[in-house]
Nanobody, 121 residues
Framework: QVQLVESGGGLVQTGGSLRLSCAAS????????MGWYRQGPGNQRELVASIPSGGSPTYEDSVKGRFTISRDSAKNTVYLEMNSLKPEDTAVYYC???????????????WGQGTQVTVSS
């Protein structure tokens, strides 16, 4: 059983900062990419940032220069540091990871439960 548990959302004023964390646990053989998606009111879920194992991160254009994704492979954890937050960043943020469980020969995508980020103007 593999699960992703997120933390760190909340309410912040425009220009503020938040740090999201997502820890993967369970019978994990390996983790490929980890990333963050978000879904705002009335919008489709979109990729915010991702970081492959041993590779460079990528970002959605609107968050470049403001958000930083990082991962601690020893802890199976991915972080999203969000600075200079804007009201349009308001959304439910979901952690995503491509994980190969120990009992499987292939990877599959896992999702966290989502954490609300609200930026007030």
């Amino acid at each position: 059983q593999v699960q992703l548990v997120e933390s760190g959302g909340g309410l912040v004023q425009t220009g503020g900062s938040l740090r999201l964390s997502c820890a993967a646990s369970g019978t994990i053989f390996s983790i490929n990419s980890m990333g963050w998606y978000r879904q705002g009111p009335g919008n489709q879920r979109e990729l915010v940032a991702s970081i492959p194992s041993g590779g460079s991160p990528t970002y959605e254009d609107s968050v470049k220069g403001r958000f930083t994704i990082s991962r601690d492979s020893a802890k199976n954890t991915v972080y999203l540091e969000m600075n200079s937050l804007k009201p349009e960043d308001t959304a439910v943020y979901y952690c995503n990871a491509l994980i190969r469980p120990k009992s499987f020969l292939s990877t599959r995508a896992y999702w966290g439960q989502g954490t609300q980020v609200t930026v007030s103007s």
